[in-house]
């Protein structure tokens, strides 16, 4: 098994869409490690509004200013995205009490199936411990505001396909 490099971090998630919490998360990330991945996934639980293409589109637009922030996308575990990244530390965002549960029971998990990789945890800033992809959608179908939620460019994008008739 290759050696992984424990000064590279991979931040994985579906981003649909990208909002400043992941954001947010993405510059301490990129200030901690030497370099990081953002691993735009697949979850098959998980119904997007924008494929995963636009996904990486959007992600590499507002991470365009950490120069050490690679974005990908991966299908399968994140853990096996980790480890063929050659990593060593897998980032993950923690909002509330009910992340922490699923969290730390994800991070039992992948650290079973793969001893190597840790998984280290950043707490969400106040104004975006509330802040999710689902509840954005939800903002947009419905004409409310989201400035105070989203990156610029992905403003447009996200208010025009939640906006559009299924």
């Known amino acids: 098994m290759p050696e992984l490099n424990p000064r590279v971090a991979v931040y994985t998630g579906t981003f649909d869409p990208v909002h400043l919490g992941h954001l947010d998360i993405i510059e301490r990330g990129s200030r901690l490690y030497d370099r990081l991945i953002v691993g ?10 924008f494929s995963i293409d636009e996904r990486v589109d959007l992600l590499e637009e507002v991470a365009r200013p950490f120069g050490n922030v690679e974005v990908r996308k991966f299908e399968g575990l994140a853990v096996q995205f980790v480890r063929g990244a050659g990593a060593g530390v897998m980032l993950r965002g923690l909002r509330t009490l009910s992340d922490m549960e699923y969290e730390f029971t994800m991070s039992l998990m992948n650290l079973n199936l793969d001893p190597g990789i840790e998984t280290v945890f950043l707490m969400a800033k106040e104004e975006y411990s509330h802040v999710s992809s689902s509840l954005l959608r939800q903002i947009a179908a419905l004409g409310g505001d989201l400035s105070k939620f989203l990156p610029d460019p992905v403003k447009g994008p996200l208010v025009e396909r939640a906006r559009r008739p299924t």
């Open 40 to 49: 735009v996934g697949i979850n098959p639980d998980k119904a997007t509004l």
